[in-house]
């Protein structure tokens, strides 16, 4: 009888858990006696075919012997195809053919022919790895630049079977992959330049107040008027993403099994912009098995473009609210709780009617005041509040769009934001971000901000909510003038982004 233990990795959430395979080995059977237990889910019951080809067609061949194989802790549900390398590693350590593997991990999904396929998660796998002292990492080739970002572990990629059997042999033959540099095309190119939009001198100033303070927007206008246009430009005058943020991204891409290939670490800012029909585990996260993470978390440290707002469906919407305000999604199943980050800023856009020609002064609204009205009732005032801006992008007149003038750069624009960016960091977080117990400090108004603000609450019944949060856009207008204080001149232009729902809804 032979016993072989190694270790591989299994990714929940976006967090690895070490995954031990024991293989035994006896006589007294035959080959079809191949037993896996410890909650395999069907692909890794699968797996001893794909592994018993793998075995022969590397030229190891396949014993006539029963195999059981235990993937320990037992009450864990185990899913993926990641544990066929690390199996048949155990099957080929109980016959004896590789020797102990005790400071390794391996993950990796066997073709026929014995070549490894890539994985999902294995930033995370390898960050795993590192944290719990096991100085080897062994996985496909293909996931090797990912997981070299993970300082502190040697990360080895392998591209076939035969290899992995080489280097547990004869591991001084092999070197660790070097950390790759983050991948990707240049900030500059990964978006359009907001000089490319015509006109909406009024958006793109909301655009860059929402951006350099985190602020959530929400733009009501025509179809045709450029709002779409100014969305996909947004996400260009955010911040450059830092070295944990980028981990960060790069492990949610890496669960979801977006990576691109060869890439070691993202460097653009996600933009995800998730049709109206999604469902709600499309959006939030969930799905059968081991729940996925949803746009919400995909556009972690970037931006959620939500288009055509009132197309989808309520239920949906509100979901919004736990990662609009807690910056995380927290999953319960009923055996694991799982919570994905979805720290991101959200762009919504919409038309003011069914029609799109509600308020238009050039074109005629044919929807009556109830088909408006139920419109408008698809978003609900809890997820109004919860945005922070409510700008108007009216049609694009013909002087402006025949025009010559350029107008601002995405370049110049993320400048300003940088610059504001850098005033919070000082405080410790970004303005939207302020604790309700600082922002009387933060946010200290004089006599003339006090009656600004005042006259706005009454005039406009703004909720508590409401009132938070024209002070903290507040805020973010005086950074960006570089301003020490909040006055009733940036306050009065914080209140013009609060106003607009107000016109519309009532």
């Known amino acids: 009888m032979a016993l072989y233990r190694t270790r591989s990795a299994a990714v929940f959430g976006i967090e690895a858990h070490l995954i031990d395979v024991e293989v035994d080995m006896y006589p007294g059977g035959n080959a079809r006696d191949f037993i896996t237990v410890g909650m395999p889910d069907t692909t890794v019951r699968e797996s001893r075919e794909r592994i018993k080809s793998a075995l022969m067609n590397s030229g190891f061949g396949y014993p006539n012997k029963s195999v059981t194989i235990n993937l320990a802790p037992a009450n864990v549900r185990k899913e993926g195809a990641g544990f066929d390398l690390p199996m048949a590693l155990g099957i080929l350590g109980a016959m004896?053919?590789?020797?102990?593997?005790?400071?390794?991990?391996?993950?990796?999904?066997?073709?026929?022919?014995?070549?490894?396929r890539p994985v999902r998660g294995a930033l995370s796998i390898a960050v795993c790895t590192r944290s719990r002292g096991i100085p080897n990492l062994l996985l496909p080739a293909d996931n090797a630049a990912e997981a070299a970002v993970a300082e502190g572990v040697n990360v080895f990629g392998m591209r076939h079977l035969a290899d992995v059997v080489k280097y547990l042999n004869q591991p001084d033959r092999f070197q660790p992959a070097t950390r790759a540099t983050a991948g990707g095309v240049p900030i500059d190119q990964a978006f359009p330049d907001f000089r490319e939009v015509r006109g909406q001198t009024t958006a793109k100033r909301a655009l860059e107040v929402a951006a350099a303070g985190g602020h959530n927007v929400l733009m009501i206008g025509p179809p045709g008027s450029g709002k779409t246009m100014l969305a996909k430009r947004f996400a260009g005058i955010l911040p450059l993403l830092t070295f944990q943020e980028a981990i960060e991204t790069t492990q949610v891409h890496s669960v979801a099994g977006l990576l691109p290939r060869g890439v070691g670490l993202l460097s653009a800012r996600p933009f995800r912009a998730p049709h109206h029909t999604v469902s709600d585990a499309g959006l939030i996260g969930g799905g059968s098995g081991t729940p996925r993470p949803g746009e919400v978390s995909l556009a972690h440290n970037g931006v959620l473009f939500l288009d055509e707002l009132p197309e989808f469906p309520r239920n949906v919407l509100e979901m919004l609210r736990q990662p609009l305000e807690e910056s995380s999604v927290t999953l319960a199943r009923t055996n694991m709780t799982?919570?994905?980050?979805?720290?991101?800023i959200l762009i919504a856009a919409m038309n003011p009617c069914p029609c799109g020609?509600?308020?238009?002064?050039?074109?005629?609204?044919?929807?009556?005041?109830?088909?408006?009205q139920r419109y408008l009732s698809k978003v609900s005032g809890p997820l109004l509040?919860?945005?922070?801006?409510?700008?108007?992008?009216p049609a694009v007149a013909?002087?402006?769009?025949?025009?010559?003038?350029?107008?601002?750069?995405?370049?110049?624009?993320?400048?300003r934001v940088e610059a504001a960016r850098a005033i919070q960091h000082r405080r410790g977080f970004y303005n939207a971000r302020i604790p309700s117990r600082l922002l009387r400090n933060i946010c200290a108004l004089d006599e003339a901000g006090e009656?600004?603000?005042?006259?706005?609450?009454?005039?406009?019944?703004?909720?508590?909510r409401a009132h938070d949060r024209i002070l903290k856009v507040a805020r973010t207008i005086a950074d960006l003038g570089s301003s020490e204080t909040v006055t009733a001149k940036h306050l009065a232009e914080a209140v013009q982004y609060r106003s607009l729902d107000r016109s519309y809804w009532s």
Do not use: N, Q
Not at 338 to 343: A, R
Not at 357 to 372: L, P, V
Not at 385 to 393: A, P
């Open 96 to 116: 004896g053919t590789v020797g102990r593997s005790d400071e390794h991990v391996l993950v990796g999904e066997l073709s026929l022919d014995g070549t490894l």
């Open 338 to 344: 799982l919570s994905f980050p979805s720290d991101f």
């Open 357 to 372: 020609y509600f308020s238009d002064s050039t074109r005629e609204c044919r929807c009556t005041g109830a088909i408006i």
């Open 385 to 393: 509040d919860r945005i922070d801006l409510h700008i108007e992008v």
């Open 398 to 415: 013909y002087k402006e769009l025949r025009g010559t003038d350029t107008g601002v750069t995405s370049a110049d624009m993320r400048a």
């Open 451 to 464: 009656r600004t603000l005042e006259m706005a609450v009454r005039r406009m019944g703004l909720s508590a």
